[in-house]
């Protein structure tokens, strides 16, 4: 490790750099931080952290001088601090990078990358690793997971140990260095969950996404392996040449890890897992959803062939608690269950209310949307987005998030997204913002419902808004 150094990040609420700041602080570096906004789950662990986050971007955030700065990949150029930087030669960085001068050198890198499940199927590893580690402390997992992992109640752990677990963000790395952060994690095992389309911000088309993944499966030396989701013909392509050795898993019959007899007890989900066609385990998860079962088990079949034992990973992922934000219940008011998702593309909006519906039958699902993240902004999905709220009771949109920022011609339009969903059954509705949908959506609500709130932001404090107005109304009632 270096000599102790005053490290300011600016950005420092990602997801990533909020984990990355509590990693370098473990490391003995004084950290600093700024952000434009500040909100849960990555407030709530910078302030356990007591890293102080200074809002808004100033000049002043840099004083003292620090000896390093980590510029988060939403930073660009106008940005008062990187200009600052920029002006005042102060050396700078990004977090991929400092990631991997700083921790990863000696390690065993094993990397989860995909489109889809990567936060929760790193937790499930690093949790299983967590659980072998109680009779083989060599196993013990330094991980950085891109949300809180609810089994350890944080984002990220740094040991002496080699494993080191990383959820690899196919997203660009800085506004200095376009490639994705994940070919800066040099992986000696991976797992592969999805391959589709999405960052319409910066990848002009799915042959665009697909060369990405096909250089991080490049990356992966030939003593290593690559454990593949089955039921993706992109991820196929992305694996075909790969010069280590290639574990499918999924439904196919012929694949290295088949899910076998899955049943799913609301949220409670039970199969078999084959490997080579042979009983490995009898998994059970806390969770609903055909896609959860799915990342389970791509946790199980890399950490199995990493070498640890079946019984760990039985006893870790039958006490699984999931992550922050991922079909989490945020509250229960009146009867009315409130579910926070971290929604930020139309297959997993679909898996999410699919997972819902299997955990509560029979109960009116209402899908509340913010389209927020650089993909659901954009009309690209816009056909797609309109299939997966339909499987809702009802939708409510709200307006596009910072709408003025993407092309008209790009610009996914909320009322058509309405217009569709009504015109196919699905009740449809969209409003201002989370206040205007907190007050027509509150009165119209009743005991049983259950509310997914979709968005990969703050949307407007509605996660506390709405728990609040549906219990002021009903002491309203009760008044009268």
């Not at 994690?185 to 088309?205: G, K, M, R, S, W």
């Not at 454990?227 to 290295?256: I, L, M, P």
């Not at 269950?337 to 997993?348: G, K, L, S």
Request: with cysteine; proline share 5%.
């Amino acid at each position: 490790m270096q000599k102790q150094r005053h490290i300011h990040l600016i950005g420092i609420c990602g997801t990533a750099m909020a984990s990355l700041a509590g990693m370098l602080q473990q490391q003995g570096h004084s950290i600093t931080g700024s952000d434009a906004a500040a909100y849960p789950p990555m407030s709530d662990l910078l302030a356990a952290l007591n890293i102080k986050v200074h809002e808004p971007y100033a000049e002043s955030n840099l004083e003292p001088r620090p000896d390093l700065v980590v510029v988060g990949n939403a930073i660009s150029r106008g940005n008062v601090e990187l200009e600052y930087v920029l002006d005042q030669r102060i050396p700078f960085c990004s977090m991929a990078g400092i990631l991997h001068d700083e921790f990863l050198p000696g390690r065993e890198s094993l990397v989860v990358a995909g489109t889809h499940g990567k936060t929760t199927t790193t937790s499930m590893l690093a949790w299983i690793y967590e659980v072998a580690a109680r009779k083989n402390p060599e196993l013990a997992p330094s991980f950085l997971i891109g949300g809180v992992a609810e089994n350890f109640g944080t984002s990220f752990m740094v040991r002496p140990t080699r494993p080191f677990l990383l959820e690899g963000d196919e997203y660009d790395t800085a506004f200095f260095d376009k490639g994705p952060k994940f070919l800066h994690y040099f992986p000696d095992a991976a797992i592969l969950t999805h391959v589709e389309f999405d960052h319409a911000d910066i990848y002009p088309d799915l042959a665009a996404v697909k060369t990405a993944f096909k250089r991080f499966v490049n990356l992966v030396p030939r003593r290593g392996r690559v454990v593949a989701f089955d039921g993706s013909e992109n991820v196929s392509e992305c694996v075909a040449n790969a010069f280590c050795a290639v574990e499918r898993y999924g439904f196919a019959a012929d694949s290295t890890w088949r899910v076998a007899d899955l049943r799913h007890d609301e949220t409670l989900s039970r199969w078999t897992l084959l490997r080579h066609g042979a009983p490995f385990a009898e998994l059970s998860l806390p969770m609903a959803g055909e896609h959860n079962a799915l990342n389970a088990t791509a946790a199980a079949a890399l950490a199995a062939g990493q070498g640890v034992p079946a019984e760990a990973i039985v006893e870790a992922l039958a006490t699984f608690r999931s992550v922050k934000r991922r079909l989490e219940v945020s509250s229960v008011v009146e009867g009315i269950t409130i579910i926070d998702d971290f929604a930020h593309h139309p297959t997993a909006i679909r898996e999410t209310l699919r997972a819902l519906r299997e955990a509560y039958p029979g109960r009116r699902l209402v899908a509340v949307l913010e389209p927020r993240s650089n993909t659901l902004r954009r009309n690209v999905f816009e056909a797609a987005l309109v299939e997966s709220l339909a499987l809702a009771d009802r939708v409510v949109l709200a307006n596009v998030f910072r709408s003025e920022s993407i092309p008209v011609s790009e610009r996914l339009i909320p009322e058509n997204v309405v217009a569709r969903l009504n015109d196919i059954g699905t009740p449809a509705a969209v409003y201002a913002d989370a206040d205007a949908i907190v007050e027509v959506l509150t009165p119209q609500l009743r005991a049983g419902d259950i509310v997914a709130i979709l968005s990969n932001g703050g949307f407007g404090s509605i996660y506390q808004k709405l728990p609040r107005a549906i219990a002021h109304s009903i002491a309203a009632i009760e008044r009268a």
